[in-house]
């Protein structure tokens, strides 16, 4: 029985890709109408989408943002839109989107460049907003996974609930209330494949805690990546989408025994040891990828990630108290967000260092 479920969901994987895929041709004009859920990436004089499959550059204005609603026309050229022309923008109206709009515009107002594109990106996976230069120094020292909201932030968001909640209410309304919130964070930070998939993982798992279940890791994991390919076939070519299920895997088969080889590390320095061997554990199985990829990869990036990693909590913590406090009450908002500072200037001079 087992195994007749996980054919079927491979097989509806198979038809899903089949029965979607796109049947463009090299030549032919369309015009792409669709929300968009991933958020745009601002170059210096393009910003880049995604719509049905194909790659789309658009000048800088007007600028599009997570929640709206575009029409594109151009040409199909070698999987991208060729002389793209916006045709229409519609901006959302969703409580949640206008409320992630007010956060991010908080941040920019209290904070300078870079730091508040750094808040804005650990704390609601925005990086639209990312100056050039340092988005290049992130990627360079391989810690851009950090500055945009994935796994590990939706991971800290769910452990600290469950944590929270279970002191005032019974464990099993605990679970419910952190899946809801769970996906709610999703919502806000973007349907990006790794935001995607750790929202999955972490309902899959509380929920089979709260009923009294054993769950099991790889279970989950390939149960997981079965349903978003279900939902969304296009992710199986997505980077981000194998970079995600690798980095989790490359964690759940090395970290433990990297831990323990550095286990002469004192105490004392703890916070550096768990973040260089989740770093080097990832980064056993994603290196390939980002060489195969991107033709580079650098053999410092465990050390830089373990130097900065353990700033991203904090950052995390004080920049949504801030942005929800600065709604409301602007002047305490922006004093608890600028204790942030001193956090945010020590992530930005390690990277620049490296």
């Given at each position: 029985m087992k195994n007749f479920f996980w054919?079927?969901?491979?097989?509806?994987?198979?038809?899903?890709?089949?029965?979607?895929?796109?049947?463009?041709?090299?030549?032919?004009?369309?015009?792409?109408?669709?929300?968009?859920?991933?958020?745009?990436?601002?170059?210096?004089?393009?910003?880049?989408?995604?719509?049905?499959?194909?790659?789309?550059?658009l000048p800088l204005y007007p600028e599009i943002s997570y929640g709206d609603q575009v029409s594109v026309e151009g040409i199909v050229d070698g999987g991208k839109l060729k002389n793209p022309k916006l045709v229409s923008i519609k901006e959302s109206r969703g409580i949640l989107f206008k409320f992630r709009s007010k956060i991010i515009d908080f941040y920019r107002k209290v904070l300078p460049e870079p730091h508040a594109s750094l808040v804005a990106g650990i704390v609601l996976g925005s990086k639209s907003s990312i100056p050039a230069d340092f988005w290049q120094n992130l990627k360079t020292t391989g810690v851009a996974h950090v500055v945009v909201a994935s796994g590990m932030n939706v991971a800290f968001v769910a452990s600290f609930l469950i944590s929270f909640l279970a002191i005032f209410t019974p464990r099993k309304r605990a679970v419910f209330i952190a899946v809801v919130a769970i996906w709610l964070y999703a919502l806000i930070s973007g349907f990006e494949a790794p935001i995607v998939r750790a929202a999955i993982m972490a309902s899959i798992a509380f929920s089979a805690q709260g009923a009294g279940k054993l769950s099991f890791s790889w279970s989950i994991l390939s149960l997981t990546a079965l349903m978003m390919l279900i939902v969304n076939p296009s992710w199986i070519s997505d980077t981000g989408f194998i970079l995600t299920f690798v980095a989790t895997g490359s964690l759940m088969l090395f970290q433990r025994r990297i831990d323990k080889l550095f286990g002469f590390i004192p105490n004392s320095l703890g916070f550096l040891r768990e973040g260089f061997s989740t770093s080097l554990a990832a980064q056993i199985g994603v290196a390939p990828i980002l060489f195969a990829t991107f033709g580079q990869f650098n053999l410092l990036s465990p050390l830089i990630n373990a130097l900065v990693l353990w700033t991203v909590p904090l950052i995390m913590i004080i920049g949504a108290v801030g942005g929800i406090v600065g709604l409301i009450v602007p002047v305490i908002g922006r004093l608890i967000l600028l204790i942030s500072y001193p956090l945010t200037w020590c992530f930005i001079n390690i990277v620049s260092i490296f």
């Open positions: 054919l079927l969901l491979i097989f509806l994987v198979i038809f899903r890709f089949f029965s979607t895929r796109p049947t463009y041709h090299n030549g032919d004009r369309l015009r792409l109408t669709a929300g968009i859920f991933q958020e745009p990436i601002q170059y210096s004089t393009s910003q880049y989408l995604k719509l049905s499959g194909l790659k789309i550059y």
